[in-house]
């Protein structure tokens, strides 16, 4: 069992994370500072290619679901609503002034944002459009459990021997990471992304996370910090990200399918394929953007990098995506 730090009043690793991220003065709560991309990078910060193919996601959905009057865009955990900016700003206008775009986010409503964007803190109900959640499941609390028993945390990140897992849990392991040592126990985020699911009356939904399966589960687990861009300790008291891998496998309802980023993103025609030398003599200028353009793609696909993220596909009274074909 790893220690930091002195003694303190210890509790179940869910409950840290949960007062830690969401409780009054919580990472993702403060209204004040940077927000999350001041302390880590995902996708939508590395690249506009990437809310760009995300606009293309939500453009097959529209012809899928027959071009309806309103269609909905529903972003959860969605942060300062960066990826909703963008996937709006890379829409024509006829479409743009269809979307109904939510944000989902228990955060204040930041400042100056688009007001064609609904701020909420639960998803909308009879969603018809596209749900997407990019890095939301890794921050939805879990327990960790370690020989049979819950692991306890103090707010200064020791960690001590707690009582023996509940059944449910116990299951769980049983199920999606069998085998003796320490592992993070997925259930509350099967149930998150079920409950999310559940609001979606016809369309696609999308989580996209840094994860890991069955057949290759972390024998130590992936439970981490981060704060100003770097990896720190998991300290559960609200200075940093408190974040896990997630068991995407788990998660998966009937007929969803499972890809890795680079897949996918590369049937959104993001390609990281260097412009012909050709261009550079007949078009210097359009040679250096697209240049640009294929080393940001080439950062969203790289297969040691975003570019393995998993991608958990999950149609709704629509045909799979292609791409999961």
């Not at 021997?161 to 199920?175: C, T």
């Not at 704060?227 to 309802?253: F, K, N, Q, S």
């Amino acid at each position: 069992m790893s220690t930091s730090g002195g003694p303190g009043a210890a509790v179940r690793w869910r409950s840290a994370m949960e007062a830690a991220l969401y409780g009054p003065g919580g990472f993702y709560v403060r209204p004040a500072g940077p927000g999350p991309a001041g302390h880590f990078r995902t996708s939508v910060h590395a690249s506009a290619l990437y809310a760009a193919a995300v606009a293309g996601l939500l453009r097959w959905v529209d012809a899928e679901l027959g071009h309806p009057r309103e269609l909905d865009l529903v972003d959860m955990g969605a942060g300062r609503a960066e990826l909703l900016s963008g996937v709006l700003a890379a829409l024509d206008p006829g479409t743009a002034a269809r979307v109904r775009p939510y944000a989902v986010e228990r955060a204040p409503r930041p400042e100056g944002l688009d007001p064609r964007i609904h701020w909420t803190g639960e998803p909308p109900e009879g969603v018809t459009g596209l749900l997407f959640a990019n890095e939301w499941l890794d921050n939805v609390p879990l327990d960790v459990a370690e020989d049979g028993h819950y692991v306890l945390v103090a707010p200064d990140g020791t960690e001590s021997r707690g009582g023996p897992l509940e059944d449910a849990d116990r299951a769980w392991l049983e199920r999606w990471w069998p085998g003796d040592g320490r592992a993070e126990i997925g259930r509350p985020r099967d149930e998150a992304w079920a409950a999310a699911t559940r609001t979606l009356e016809r369309g696609l939904a999308v989580a996209v996370d840094y994860a890991h399966t069955r057949r290759a589960r972390p024998p130590f687990g992936t439970l981490t910090g981060f704060r100003g861009g770097r990896e720190v300790a998991p300290v559960p008291d609200g200075g940093c990200d408190v974040t896990a891998h997630v068991a995407l496998d788990a998660c998966a309802g009937p007929g969803a399918v499972l890809l890795t980023q680079r897949e996918a993103l590369s049937a959104l025609g993001v390609s990281g394929a260097r412009p012909p030398l050709a261009l550079a003599s007949s078009d210097p200028v359009a040679y250096v953007r697209a240049l640009a353009s294929a080393g940001e793609a080439a950062e969203l696909t790289s297969p040691s990098g975003l570019g393995a993220f998993g991608w958990l596909v999950q149609p709704v009274a629509v045909r799979a995506w292609p791409a999961a074909d």
